[in-house]
């Protein structure tokens, strides 16, 4: 099959629902593949490494967002996040990202462990309540739980959180290689709404602020307006809000799919002979939630995998390809928590890692072995029915039943 063929068929149905084995396809081309004039794909976990780590290597900002994309300016579900460290390169991304990290520190996620643990012991006692009835794993827990921890981080009502799961998943669909124009429109909506809200919200923490990071950003920024625009604020706030949640939940149902799937392995999770950080490294390779992430060659001379990338040269980075490159991970289609064999690129790597990671590892490590242990009998209660995304990848829906077996 020549490359041509299989990125179609990557970029339509069948790659969406499984892309694993056209990745293997596009592998045996080399670790680095040149589909037409302006992109190379990578499937390499070095070449992919090498590629996240190489400043060179921008993201596609608004600059060339607007060079490239013909309408880019004129929609906001594209511009809102062009203005966040997501899409910006050196020095714009450097004097944001080190303002964020100043309030979003390790030590204040560190301290957040009580308060995930009380979390996710509250939705427990929700689905206890449930009883014996099949529910959706992905609503009644795997999205609840990530929104109101980033929810509560950031300093967002409690009565406002249910309306940020169907806004990011409008907004998100801009992450993708291709969308339709209905969803183009309703990222645009959704992004009108989300800049909408945190512009009020950081109007409130003004003139009355509290104990939270929307505070903690708004002090900072306002302390030297010069390292961080109002519009900056507004894009970075989103993107916190929705990074925070959108690939933890995809996480915690991919994972729980995992294990329904392997019973042997949910029994050591559940027992205690399973580190569970093991455990979501593993898931994190074998199915992780981001499955590719995309730079372009900033510079002349670059390369890749031993291939030329001139300049303004597009490069598709396949995550999910990457972490099951058998010259880093040893029988890589094969789930195994028990494996020592590297760190999978799922949180990217290099200047752009996610900020978020440490807090997903958390919510993560606590969440699966308290449900496995509340629920043992836990059990699918029908078919899951996977989303029609392949950058963002997770379910639609995961019924269960909490008293199956």
């Not at 002979?273 to 002349?300: F, G, H, K, N």
């Amino acid at each position: 099959m020549d490359i041509e063929t299989i990125v179609g068929r990557l970029l339509g149905p069948e790659g969406r629902r499984d892309p694993y084995p056209l990745y293997e396809q596009l592998r045996a081309v080399g670790p680095a593949a040149q589909t037409d004039e302006y992109m190379v794909m990578v499937t390499g976990y070095e070449e992919a490494n090498e590629v996240l780590r190489t400043p060179a290597f921008g993201v596609l900002d608004p600059e060339l967002s607007a060079q490239f994309v013909a309408d880019y300016a004129d929609h906001q579900g594209k511009t809102l996040l062009g203005d966040s460290i997501l899409e910006r390169n050196a020095p714009d991304h450097g004097r944001m990202r080190s303002l964020i990290a100043s309030v979003f520190t390790p030590r204040r996620v560190a301290l957040l462990a009580p308060a995930v643990t009380a979390a996710v012991d509250g939705l427990l006692d929700e689905l206890a309540a449930h009883g014996d009835r099949p529910l959706d794993f992905l609503d009644a827990f795997a999205f609840r739980l990530p929104i109101g921890v980033i929810c509560e981080l950031l300093g967002v009502p409690e009565q406002d959180r249910h309306l940020f799961r169907p806004l990011a998943a409008d907004l998100t669909a801009t992450l993708e290689v291709l969308i339709e124009d209905e969803e183009l429109l309703a990222a645009d909506r959704a992004a009108a709404e989300l800049a909408q809200y945190f512009a009020d919200l950081t109007a409130r923490r003004r003139a009355d602020p509290k104990d939270d990071l929307v505070s903690a950003l708004v002090a900072t920024a306002d302390a030297d307006p010069r390292r961080l625009s109002d519009t900056e604020l507004l894009a970075n706030l989103a993107l916190l809000l929705i990074a925070g949640f959108e690939t933890t939940g995809n996480l915690l149902g991919n994972a729980l799919a995992l294990l329904l799937q392997r019973p042997d392995v949910a029994a050591r999770l559940r027992d205690g002979t399973l580190d569970p950080a093991a455990l979501v490294d593993e898931v994190l390779r074998y199915d992780s939630p981001v499955q590719l992430t995309s730079r372009i060659a900033l510079a002349d001379g670059l390369t890749v995998g031993g291939r030329p990338v001139p300049r303004l040269t597009g490069v598709l980075l396949l995550l999910g390809a990457a972490n099951r490159d058998p010259r880093r991970f040893p029988d890589p289609a094969r789930f195994d928590p028990a494996r020592r064999d590297g760190q999978p690129l799922s949180f990217g790597g290099g200047p752009h890692y996610c900020l978020g990671a440490q807090l997903a590892r958390l919510e993560a490590t606590t969440a699966l072995p308290a449900l496995l242990r509340r629920f043992p009998g836990l059990a699918p209660a029908g078919p899951a029915v996977r989303r029609e995304r392949l950058v963002l990848r997770g379910y639609r829906t995961l019924p269960v039943v909490l008293n199956g077996r």
